[in-house]
């Protein structure tokens, strides 16, 4: 959502109304699939740009204007609650692709199905690739992210900032080997399972599995992204506490953009 609306309220509201195009080619590159089935992942996807912005836009627009009253002194719990609340709207999305998905599935071949698995491949192969091109320490990189995602959201941090997240982020634990593997793992097992998209019971073990990949990993894995998880809520209620008031202007200068972009959407949507 950020990046659909981050450019300006008239661009943004643009690229916006075409996010149904833009799922419906990532999910087209999974396989040869036919005419039929391409028509269907168009309209899949255009349903879910309705429903979105029917059910959940409204939402994602008074998240944003909740954060413009932040109490900079004291902005764990809006912090907080933005999160627990953007997980939510994660789950809800991938939800609602649940039943899509699997009828969708019930009709692939084999042939389609093991493309789909060369895809998941080639897409792990390349991540690879940049991992090893990419010369700069993980933390480094995780504090390049945070430095990037502060400036799309109107704070250019100062250097005694960023000297401070470097210090914070020192604790970060390192889990991409072991997330990566987890995901190889279920890609695997998914793949198993649309082979065996005929038997009785597919629809009910395809949701279970689509409803555990939240869950994947020892109990000490998930101790991990949780630690993680803290430290990013510590980082971003840092930054707002040492924020001087340029910085606070630039942020809510950034939330009247995307606020502007999603009034648009939401107007044009109604009168059509």
């Not at 002194?73 to 953007?86: D, F, R």
Request: proline share 1%; with cysteine.
């Amino acid at each position: 959502m950020v990046l659909a609306l981050s450019s300006c309220s008239l661009a943004g509201s643009w690229v916006y109304e075409r996010l149904d195009g833009y799922i419906a080619d990532y999910f087209k590159e999974f396989a040869d699939f036919t005419k039929a089935q391409n028509q269907e992942i168009d309209r899949v996807s255009e349903e879910f740009l309705d429903w979105f912005s029917i059910n959940e836009l409204e939402k994602v627009r008074l998240l944003l204007n909740n954060l413009k009253t932040i109490d900079i002194e004291n902005p764990e719990n809006e912090i907080k609650l933005t999160y627990i609340e953007g997980e939510a709207l994660f789950k809800r999305i991938n939800q609602y692709f649940e039943k899509p998905i699997i009828n969708f599935s019930r009709g692939l071949s084999e042939k389609q199905i093991n493309e789909i698995a060369q895809h998941f491949e080639e897409i792990r192969d390349e991540r690879e690739k940049e991992r090893a091109k990419d010369k700069k320490e993980y933390k480094v990189r995780i504090l390049d992210n945070y430095i990037s995602g502060f400036d799309r959201i109107g704070i250019n941090l100062r250097k005694d900032q960023i000297d401070e997240l470097k210090l914070r982020l020192s604790k970060h634990q390192e889990i991409r080997q072991e997330w990566s593997d987890l995901q190889q793992l279920w890609i695997n097992e998914f793949i198993q399972l649309l082979r065996n998209r005929n038997s009785p019971d597919y629809e009910k073990e395809m949701t279970i599995y689509l409803n555990a990949f939240d869950s994947l990993g020892s109990d000490t894995f998930r101790a991990k992204i949780e630690q993680n998880e803290n430290l990013a809520i510590d980082v971003i209620s840092f930054v707002f506490k040492s924020s001087d008031d340029s910085q606070i202007k630039g942020f809510n200068r950034s939330l009247d953009i995307y606020l502007k972009s999603i009034d648009r959407i939401l107007v044009n949507r109604k009168v059509n």
